[in-house]
């Protein structure tokens, strides 16, 4: 099988800047996505595993200010390229306030903008690999910390369900992803799910997923985060 192709969302009401951003794109060996309707994006990136979004601005509907709202609410560490016609002081702060990437002028220098999404991407790639390699980035003196190391080897080779506990940022995902990688199941998918940051009308959906025509919008089979963990670890950050 070949390596994953990393994606990009690519979110403006001009059908032609979609087509020919996914054009370039998918000519550097990247899978592109697009829309021009705010709500349809949303889904989009609930659905998949996104990598990198360009964002437009100016669009009917909801303004990409508020969109860029909702996706950092839904997936706070996706990197965001805002791409517009209206770069003005005003909308350049905001949008870097509320977590932008960067901000590009249309029509956007390609050349400029490929190399930025290089830089971001790489990074990205390389901070998932890290997230992925269990014990040997966790050093620590702390004999209550190496007690816990020391435990986490036995209970990694069970079934059995494990609770971390914790203040923000002592590190509970890094002893998940440690857990997952001791274990048998290390060779299958470590699946993370923010539940914080999920709003309450997606969290069934997005953790048991749902039929074709289970509801209004549902216009495809979309296989929860339960079943995209089978055989391998789930886990659900910020229960």
Request: charged content about 25%; proline content about 5%.
């Amino acid at each position: 099988m070949g390596e994953t192709k990393q994606k990009v969302l690519i979110i403006d009401d001009e059908i032609r800047m979609c087509e020919s951003l996914c054009e370039i794109l998918e000519s550097e060996g990247l899978e592109a996505l697009s829309s021009t309707d705010p709500l349809q994006a949303l889904k989009i990136l609930t659905e998949n595993n996104v990598d990198l979004v360009f964002l437009d601005i100016k669009m009917p509907g909801m303004s990409g200010i508020h969109l860029l709202k909702s996706m950092k609410a839904i997936a706070p560490a996706i990197p965001i390229i805002i791409i517009t016609g209206y770069p003005s002081v005003d909308n350049i702060v905001q949008s870097m306030k509320l977590g932008a990437s960067n901000v590009f002028p249309k029509p956007p220098n390609m050349e400029t903008l490929l190399r930025e999404v290089k830089v971001i991407l790489d990074s990205r790639g390389r901070r998932q690999q890290s997230e992925r390699s269990g014990t040997a980035r966790i050093i620590t003196r702390d004999q209550r910390l190496q007690k816990i190391l020391g435990a986490m080897e036995k209970f990694a080779v069970t079934d059995a369900p494990v609770l971390i506990t914790g203040e923000s940022g002592t590190g509970k995902e890094l002893l998940a992803g440690a857990f997952h990688d001791l274990s048998p199941r290390r060779e299958s998918r470590f699946v993370k799910v923010n539940c914080a940051a999920l709003p309450k009308a997606l969290l069934e959906s997005e953790l048991f997923g749902h039929e074709k025509g289970a509801f209004t919008g549902a216009d495809q089979m979309k296989p929860g985060k339960f079943e995209l963990a089978g055989g391998g670890t789930l886990f659900l950050d910020e229960v």
